[in-house]
């Protein structure tokens, strides 16, 4: 099935370290959803974006609906170890009520 | 949590069985999606409800069925369950006034299929 394609997979930093993961797709869409999960538990939302270059933060965390409407981004900045977990991205398009998923990045926190 | 429950949250059965997975929401959504999540695919949705008795298939549906007698409860059912439907499985519910709107996830039911 369609997926976005997410990256990096995976990523070690050190403590107070900012980080930039992103997702890119082949298709448009209208709406970029940002998740961590932890482990044993479900994907909870970080923050939803709407339209093309909005920029939205929640906390440390911001992320950015690409121009293009193909792509999205999300920048931690000053990770602490509880940043630990997989983050998903999630993208659909106006119209439907479904969305896909990217097949995330785990973070790891170093101290 | 968007008031989902899901049941059970664990569950170990053997091939061949039937397997029912509840999901149970509290405040009347619309939208309620079921997924399964494995390592290296991410979340991939088995079917979606846009109301009571309405359903659709979602990307991965074989082997798998679902009802909505209720606006509350989404029910996953696998008739005959196999090693390959091993997973874990999210409930999900959408929130907003627009298309699309937001998602929001059950705590997930860990079904492994001997």
């Known amino acids: 099935g369609q997926q976005l394609n997410q990256s990096p997979q995976s990523m070690f930093i050190q403590e107070g370290e900012d980080v930039s993961m992103n997702c890119t797709s082949s298709?448009?869409?209208?709406?970029w959803l940002w998740y961590k999960q932890d482990p044993g538990e479900g994907p909870v939302l970080l923050i939803a974006?709407?339209?093309?270059?909005e920029l939205t933060s929640n906390g440390r965390l911001t992320a950015q609906f690409g121009i293009t409407r193909k792509d999205s981004f999300l920048n931690i900045s000053a990770s602490i170890p509880s940043d630990v977990g997989i983050y998903f991205c999630?993208?659909?398009?106006?119209?439907?009520?479904?969305?896909?998923f990217g097949t995330g990045t785990r973070l790891k926190v170093l101290a | 949590d968007a008031g989902i429950t899901q049941s059970p949250r664990h569950k170990v059965t053997e091939t061949g069985t039937p397997v029912t997975l509840r999901c149970h929401q509290t405040e009347n959504h619309r939208y309620m999606y079921w997924y399964r999540q494995d390592p290296g695919h991410g979340l991939r949705l088995i079917h979606y409800?846009?109301?009571?008795?309405?359903?659709d298939k979602g990307e991965v549906s074989d082997g798998y069925s679902v009802s909505r007698s209720k606006t509350e409860d989404f029910l996953l059912t696998l008739e005959s369950a196999t090693s390959s439907q091993t997973s874990v499985y999210f409930c999900?519910?959408?929130?907003?006034?627009?298309?699309?709107?937001?998602?929001?996830f059950g705590p997930g039911t860990r079904l492994t299929v001997l």
């Open positions: 999630a993208g659909s398009t106006s119209g439907t009520y479904k969305y896909i």
């Open positions: 974006l709407y339209k093309a270059g």
């Open positions: 409800s846009y109301g009571v008795k309405d359903t």
């Open positions: 298709s448009i869409f209208n709406t």
């Open positions: 999900a519910i959408s929130v907003g006034q627009g298309s699309p709107d937001t998602q929001y």
